[in-house]
Nanobody
Framework: QVQLVESGGGLVQAGGSLRLSCTSSGVAYSINDMAWYRQAPGNERELVAI???????NYADSVKGRFTIARNNFKNTISLEMNNLKPEDTAVYYC??????????????WGPGTQVTVSS
């Protein structure tokens, strides 16, 4: 099993910045895609940014130009640099990973989430 833990959430004013981090622990053969998702109250969980093990990156249109995802393949950690935050970015942010277990089975892991609140 691979466990993910997010950190770095908090309260910030509109226009401000936050940096989220996600660390992983446990046993896996490899970790493929890693991503950040978010879920605001009353909304479905949505993809914010995703990065493959080879470095391919995709962002949600709503965060392009403001958020930057980065990855350390050696440590299997990811970060999300969030700039020019807007009130609509307020949500619980979750770390996600596609895990290939020893033996070849593929699964996924989620972190418990970290709250980001942007005040206007």
């Amino acid at each position: 099993q691979v466990q993910l833990v997010e950190s770095g959430g908090g309260l910030v004013q509109a226009g401000g910045s936050l940096r989220l981090s996600c660390t992983s622990s446990g046993v896996a053969y490899s970790i493929n895609d890693m991503a950040w998702y978010r879920q605001a109250p009353g909304n479905e969980r949505e993809l914010v940014a995703i990065i493959g093990s080879g470095g391919n990156i995709n962002y949600a249109d709503s965060v392009k130009g403001r958020f930057t995802i980065a990855r350390n393949n050696f440590k299997n950690t990811i970060s999300l640099e969030m700039n020019n935050l807007k009130p609509e970015d307020t949500a619980v942010y979750y770390c996600y990973a596609v895990v290939v277990r020893i033996g070849g089975a593929e699964g996924s892991s989620w972190g418990p989430g970290t709250q980001v609140t942007v005040s206007s």
